[in-house]
T-cell receptor, first 113, second 114 residues
Framework: LAKTTQPISMDSYEGQEVNITCSHN???????ITWYQQFPSQGPRFIIQ???TKVTNEVASLFIPADRKSSTLSLPRVSLSDTAVYYCLVGDAGSSNTGKLIFGQGTTLQVKP | GAGVSQSPSNKVTEKGKDVELRCDPI?????LYWYRQSLGQGLEFLIYFQGNSAPDKSGLPSDRFSAERTGGSVSTLTIQRTQQEDSAVYLCASSPPPHYSPLHFGNGTRLTVT
């Protein structure tokens, strides 16, 4: 199972771009990289997913280098409402052997005014 | 459409009692996961169901914990003889095919053992 390592916490200010990097050195060929956001008293919710190169949606971008051993979640122009815990998840739910998805400790992002 | 539904949202029980937590996944989702989250901590994997395959129970912390999924849909997590250390939020997630689809989480059941 691919293990992920992220910074425990990060601070930012409103309007800044935030980049959170996740390391996953033993990522497998079939593994996808998915990022989730969790607010207090709620379940995590999907932000973005990628396999390689760059993916962009309406809320974030995901950068994945060619070796796929890390990934960077980029949040443009954060606001106070982006204060949350961000989880990087690497896995392949379709594999009967490795289908269980193990979350890392996550990164607590604190956005200040 | 309807998301993943968990019930009850809160449960307070006395030490030694049994509890059942319910998860209604999104219709058509073949994969179902249970996680446990203690206060201020990350998500701890408990059990995973994928279609009709045997579940992966490797995350269950003791034999007091069990889970089943009936008809490939609703799942129940049962904790027998609850202990205070079982107090946590229990989260359920489901995902559709294909295999790399993101998880959809419910808002969890907050279990407090007194």
């Amino acid at each position: 199972l691919a293990k992920t390592t992220q910074p425990i916490s990060m601070d930012s200010y409103e309007g800044q771009e935030v980049n959170i990097t996740c390391s996953h050195n033993n990522i497998a060929t079939n593994d996808y990289i998915t990022w989730y956001q969790q607010f207090p008293s709620q379940g995590p919710r999907f932000i973005i997913q990628g396999y390689k190169t760059k993916v962009t949606n309406e809320v974030a971008s995901l950068f994945i280098p060619a070796d796929r051993k890390s990934s960077t979640l980029s949040l443009p122009r954060v606001s106070l409402s982006d204060t949350a815990v961000y989880y990087c998840l690497v896995g392949d739910a379709g594999s009967s052997n490795t289908g269980k998805l193990i979350f890392g400790q996550g990164t607590t992002l604190q956005v200040k005014p | 459409g309807a998301g993943v539904s968990q019930s009850p949202s809160n449960k307070v029980t006395e030490k030694g009692k049994d509890v059942e937590l319910r998860c209604d996944p999104i219709s058509g989702h073949t994969a179902l996961y249970w996680y446990r989250q203690s206060l201020g901590q990350g998500l701890e994997f408990l059990i995973y169901f994928q279609g009709n395959s045997a579940p992966d129970k490797s995350g269950l912390p003791s034999d007091r914990f069990s889970a089943e999924r009936t008809g490939g849909s609703v799942s129940t997590l049962t904790i027998q003889r609850t202990q205070q250390e079982d107090s946590a939020v229990y989260l359920c997630a489901s995902s559709p095919p294909p295999h790399y689809s993101p998880l959809h989480f419910g808002n969890g059941t907050r279990l407090t053992v007194t």
